[in-house]
């Protein structure tokens, strides 16, 4: 424990600043942004270096909090996570290679990159609980998740705690001499490039041969493309590993192995969306759903019902069969109410299509018989079939001045 003073000191400067910033948080909305700076300034003055060190740390990090904080779209995009992810850690990396000019010199290359990998964690976390996470639990329908910023919280306390520690135990190896052995496994880094792509490579099959989704990422009418995205995110995740591994020579033979793993996932990733595999997917993906909840009384009916009959729509449009196409669209209008109708609103992605393919009486009867389910969006729908039957097709990107989303 004496070894660890400087590190069990800083996660505790760098989390209970958060924790503080968040109880005022339950008083008063955007008091959270006061986490960041407050984090970065006490953490930084845990370790006696003045006021460098915390005044780099409160600013840098503050920008970081507002950065997230202006995040508005939610993605349940598996390669977004990864993407903020990798982000997030080269944020922190760059404010820790700020920081390190006022450490001493033997701490600077790995001090940066005890900012960087927790940083990198947090946001892998922050992202997949703003997005996946928020449609997978139906977070938003839940007043004490609504309410209150638990991504930003979740990703200060591993930000800012695991900065600490590590950064910590940096400082503590460099004054302990017989210590300062590196404390990084050699080979880590390739193995976790490894571990990542097998990740992908195990959990896809054990789920797309049963036509399902891993945790429910279903982002669009084809949820091969949620496959596909499933395999990229994790293919993406394990080349950049696998990268790092390679060029600080953190065990070439693994690494190289985790970057040749990527390769066939992201070669995968592509095939997926390929016909004919991508509508047997998308059409039994959809006919599963039916039969699983297609009865009234199950909780997941109604959006059964809209959802499923939407990917069998675009499915058969995809085919050229205008008719059948038009069946699922009436059969997904005729549902008694669907939750993804009520949070965001008529799904226009097949209408499109269709009115690409001049079908716009299909499409008005689809808007007529599905406007009593979104009634906050009435004045749209009116608009919409207006356009409509002006003969043009309507952006339905954008949803204008009454604020829908």
Known sequence: MVLHRQAVRGALAFTIPVLIAFAFTLHANYYFLAAGPLCGIVGGLAYGRRWGLPIILGTCFGMVGILFALQDTR???????????????????SIGALAMLVLPAGVRFR????????????????QFLYGPAHFLFDLGSRRWWADF???????WLIAGGGIGWRLGMELDGLRQRENATPLRVPRSWAIASVVCASI?????????????????????????????????????????IGAIALMKKLGGVWATAGIVLALMLLVASYRVEADPWKTQFNTNYAEKLLREH???????YGDAIYTGNLILSQTTLDKNDLATARRYLLLAAATPGA???????????????????AERDAVLD?????????????????????????????????RGPLGLN
Do not use: C, K
């Not at 001090?111 to 922050?126: E, K, R």
């Not at 910023?149 to 990703?155: F, I």
């Not at 099959?205 to 891993?214: K, M, N, S």
């Open 149 to 155: 910023p638990w991504e930003h919280l979740v990703l």
């Open 294 to 300: 297609g009865q009234p009384g199950d909780p997941d």
């Open 200 to 240: 992908g490579m195990v959990t896809g099959p054990l789920y797309f041969v049963r036509y399902r989704l891993p945790l429910g990422l279903f982002n669009s009418l084809s949820p091969a493309s949620a496959a596909s995205d499933w395999l990229f995110g994790w293919s993406v995740l394990a080349a950049v």
């Open 339 to 357: 939750r993804s109708i009520e949070q965001n609103g008529l799904d226009t992605s097949v209408v499109r299509v269709f009115l690409q393919r």
């Open 75 to 93: 993605s349940a995009l598996f390669i977004d996570v990864v993407w903020v992810g990798l982000v997030s850690g080269f944020l922190f990396w």
């Open 111 to 126: 001090g940066a990159m005890a900012f960087a990998v927790p940083g990198a964690i947090a946001g892998v976390i922050f």
């Open 366 to 398: 689809y808007f007529n018989q599905t406007r009593h389910l979104w009634p906050q969006g009435s004045q749209l729908i009116t608009r919409w079939e207006d356009i409509i039957r002006s003969g043009r097709i309507p952006n339905f990107n954008n």
